[in-house]
């Protein structure tokens, strides 16, 4: 997965668990609604000041927008422990 889908997933996935909309989101960061829909597309790059302050808004660490999923046992692995 590249660093622009991590990314795009977890905006999405901490906007809706903060309960915000596109477009509240974007207010509270002080940038368009179109932008946050077209980050969370992989349409665009975020700038690191984006970042930061999309960050802000959802309460963590700028760092937290680009930690990559743990990898966790594959569909195949779990049959083998069957």
Same mark, same amino acid.
């Given at each position: ?19 915000? =909309?596109? #477009?509240?989101?974007?207010?509270? *960061?002080? $940038? !368009?609604?179109?932008?946050?829909? =077209?980050? #969370?597309?992989?349409?665009?790059? *975020?700038? $690191? !000041?984006?970042?930061?302050r999309l960050a802000s808004v959802l309460g963590v660490e700028a760092s ?19």
């Amino acid at each position: 997965m590249e660093i622009r889908e991590v990314f795009a997933r977890n905006l999405k996935a901490l906007r809706l668990a903060k309960r915000l =909309s596109q #477009e509240e989101l974007a207010h509270l *960061a002080g $940038i !368009d609604r179109t932008y946050v829909s =077209s980050l #969370e597309r992989c349409v665009y790059n *975020a700038s $690191i !000041d984006v970042v930061e302050r999309l960050a802000s808004v959802l309460g963590v660490e700028a760092s937290d927008l680009l930690l990559r999923p743990p990898k966790g046992p594959t569909e195949i692995d779990r049959e083998d422990d069957k």
